[in-house]
């Protein structure tokens, strides 16, 4: 009975655990945004934007949101190391893609790699957003535009969200990420330690 009341409690105050994979072409901004939520959800200094270099791998970052524990991945976009993506999606439960979106010149590349995420079977069903990132220079371009460009109409089939942003003004990212964990939340389950 004991144990029984004990395993109760735990699950009552245990936190869901949600992974979120963060992926989008080299130079859109993955890790500067990471760095940045390190000082909107967990209060401590993030490495300068500046001082970040190009992702050759992972970097993962680890914080509370929304009652939730998280955990980001944050992968390299330079074409060489795409190939990592895939090993993640399986354990994904919310998918983040971002763009940089001032850079036009890569848009068509932008949108190959997004819908080539967006069709895998591993990530079916899991929550999706697109953050429009790089609003705060005058030659982005907005996020009705970029909805037209990428045919995001046509996404039906899971909960998906266009989030304009800035890695650097931060403008529109701790929305952006409240959303993602509360619908990535409806796919995990509390973890309940033994
Ligand atoms: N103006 C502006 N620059 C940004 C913004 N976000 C990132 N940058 C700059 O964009 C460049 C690339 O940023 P990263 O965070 O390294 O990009 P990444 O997507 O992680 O790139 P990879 O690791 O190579 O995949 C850096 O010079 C950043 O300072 C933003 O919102 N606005
Ligand atoms: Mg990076």
């Given at each position: 009975m004991f144990s029984l009341i004990a395993g109760l409690i735990r699950y009552l105050f245990s936190k869901t655990e949600i992974n979120v994979l963060i992926l989008g072409?080299?130079?859109?901004?993955k890790t500067t945004l990471l760095e940045q939520m390190k000082g909107i959800f967990k209060k401590v200094q993030g490495i300068p934007p500046s001082k970040i270099p190009p992702t050759v791998g992972l970097n993962v970052g680890k914080m509370d949101v929304g009652g939730c524990k998280l955990t980001f991945w944050d992968l390299g976009g330079q074409v060489r190391v795409r190939s990592l993506w895939e090993k993640y999606y399986a354990d994904a439960h919310g998918l983040i893609f971002v763009m940089d979106s001032a850079d036009v010149g890569r848009f068509e590349e932008a949108r190959m790699a997004f819908d080539t995420v967006k069709e895998q079977g591993e990530l079916h069903g899991v929550p999706l957003m697109m953050l429009a990132n790089k609003?705060?220079?005058?030659?982005a371009i907005s996020t009705a535009d970029i909805s037209v460009q990428f045919d995001m109409?046509?996404?039906?089939?899971v909960a998906f969200r266009l989030q304009p942003c800035s890695g650097?003004?931060?403008?529109g990212v701790a929305e952006g990420i409240h959303w993602i964990v509360d619908e990535a939340k409806k796919r995990a389950r509390p973890r309940v330690d033994a």
């Open positions: 072409l080299d130079y859109a901004g609003q705060d220079l005058p030659e109409h046509k996404i039906t089939k650097l003004t931060c403008d």
